[in-house]
């Protein structure tokens, strides 16, 4: 079946460094994929949609100059948390759309010291 | 736009017992409906999913209907194992046919040996 694998699974940074983190999809092209965050009390939150070889769309209330998203390619898509904060620590997932799937990568626990 | 409303946890159940986690929903049309499933420390795996009216998804035990009549998508296992503990995500597209999905506040489930 269709993988989604995520880079790093767990990041420890300082504050006001910049932290990547990948999602790639295995076996499939991805013309699409998800960014969301998920907060300590489970909720999902829906933070960009990118599309390869476009510029992101960012949801409502997400800073797009503090998540950097780049899809260049058809099997990767990054986010860059920028000169990221203790509130920016959290638990981030990303999804990748392809043969009419969706699969979800495991996550990457980001925590900002 | 599409929304989903979620009962909230948590839930903790004897091994064996019977669970429903509802769930239900707004939108327009008739959209594919899902239920997502984390374990702990994971990203979220596919658990079922409906895409017409009155589908009956199924998959490890578990089940859930399509009720147009009253906009529901219930989650529903006969006999719980230990190993269900979890958190449960009930979903939708935002709008049709886009995998822009839209979660519920997900739903924690613990069972006790």
């Known amino acids: 079946g269709a993988v989604v694998s995520q880079h790093p699974s767990w990041v420890i940074c300082k504050s006001g460094t910049s932290v990547k983190i990948e999602c790639r999809s295995l076996d499939f092209q991805a013309t699409t994929m998800f960014w969301y965050r998920q907060f300590p009390k489970q909720s999902l939150m829906l933070m960009a949609t990118s599309n390869e070889g476009s510029k992101a769309t960012y949801e409502q209330g997400v800073e797009k100059d503090k998540f950097l998203i780049n899809h260049a390619s058809l099997t990767l898509s990054t986010l860059t948390v920028t000169s990221a904060h203790p509130e920016d620590s959290s638990f981030y997932i990303c999804?990748?759309?392809?043969?009419?799937?969706?699969?979800f990568g495991a996550g990457s626990r980001l925590t900002v010291l | 736009g599409n929304s989903v409303t979620q009962m909230e946890g948590p839930v903790t159940l004897s091994e064996e017992a019977f669970l429903t986690i509802n769930c239900t929903y707004t939108?327009?049309?008739?959209?594919?409906l899902f239920w997502y499933v984390q374990y702990p420390g994971e990203g979220l795996q596919l658990l079922l999913k409906?895409?017409?009216?009155?589908d009956k998804g199924s998959n490890k035990g578990f089940e859930a209907t399509y009720r147009k009549e009253t906009t529901s998508f219930h989650l529903e296992k006969g006999s719980v194992q230990v190993s269900d503990s979890a958190v449960y995500f009930c979903?939708?597209?935002?709008?049709?046919?886009?995998?822009?999905?839209?979660f519920g506040t997900g739903t924690r489930l613990k069972v006790l040996a």
């Open positions: 939108a327009t049309g008739y959209p594919s």
């Open positions: 999804s990748a759309e392809g043969a009419n799937v969706l699969t």
């Open positions: 979903a939708l597209p935002s709008t049709s046919g886009t995998y822009k999905y839209i």
């Open positions: 409906a895409t017409k009216a009155d």
